[in-house]
């Protein structure tokens, strides 16, 4: 059974940072791509960061410079470094994994991010 599991999301002042953990179980993690998404109530899902298997990254336009996306094969985990955070990064933040190949698609159930003084 393959299971994401979230943590490190809270409550943290703008101008804070925050590490965000993403721990999969049941799945051979060097073969999937990993993203991380949030979510605000109301509004879709939007993609964050992602990361290939060749540890390659890509940023939405929102976070460039502030955030960072990594990877540990060994340890089965995803990261996200989240630096200079604003109020506006307040969500939801999800996990997922992509095959690179299939269609094997799975999601965590997310942890929130709360900016706020």
């Known amino acids: 059974q393959v299971q994401l599991v979230e943590s490190g999301g809270g409550l943290v002042q703008p101008g804070g940072s925050l590490r965000l953990s993403c721990a999969a179980s049941g799945l051979i993690f060097s073969s999937y791509v990993m993203i991380w998404y949030r979510q605000v109530p109301g509004k879709q899902r939007e993609l964050v960061a992602i990361i290939t298997r060749f540890a390659t990254t890509n940023y939405a336009d929102f976070v460039q410079g502030r955030f960072t996306i990594s990877r540990d094969n060994a340890k089965s985990t995803v990261y996200l470094q989240m630096n200079s955070l604003k109020p506006e990064d307040t969500a939801v933040y999800y996990c997922?994994?992509?095959?690179?190949?299939?269609?094997?698609?799975?999601w965590g159930q997310g942890t929130q991010v709360t900016v706020s003084s």
């Open positions: 997922n994994a992509r095959h690179y190949r299939d269609s094997d698609d799975f």
